[in-house]
């Protein structure tokens, strides 16, 4: 049973930094890309970030580029998102997810299996 755990949210102020990290178990984990996705109140999911199985190739969303990072350590199955600069519009449920292909895409169909999120909400 595949199981994707997130951790690492909480409330922090303008300008602070967070680490979100995400363990899988159940897969093969360095054979899939990952990805992580937030959605706030009232918007759709948005994807953040992606990283490509062996972590060659990343991309990100235009809103977080520069201030987030995007990381994985295959030897223990586990992702990370380092968040810089925190704005109030990062606020969202942050979700991780994996499990369809080895390449990356910000598109949630990319990806089969997905956490119950973790709440990085922004203060100013």
């Known amino acids: 049973q595949v199981q994707v755990v997130e951790s690492g949210g909480g409330l922090v102020q303008v300008g602070e930094s967070l680490r979100l990290s995400c363990a899988a178990s159940?897969?093969?984990?360095?054979?899939?890309?990952m990805g992580w996705f937030r959605q706030a109140p009232g918007k759709e999911r948005e994807g953040v970030s992606c990283i490509t199985s062996n972590g060659g190739v990343i991309y990100y969303a235009g809103s977080v580029k520069g201030r987030f990072t995007i990381s994985r350590d295959n030897a223990k199955n586990t992702l990370y998102l380092q968040m810089n600069s925190l704005k109030p519009e990062d606020t969202a449920m942050y979700y991780c997810?994996?499990?369809?292909?080895?390449?990356?895409?910000?598109?949630?169909?990319?990806?089969?299996?997905w956490g119950q999120g973790t709440q990085v909400s922004v203060s100013s």
């Open positions: 997810a994996t499990g369809r292909f080895s390449y990356c895409d910000l598109l949630s169909t990319a990806f089969r299996y």
């Open positions: 159940g897969l093969t984990f360095d054979n899939y890309a």
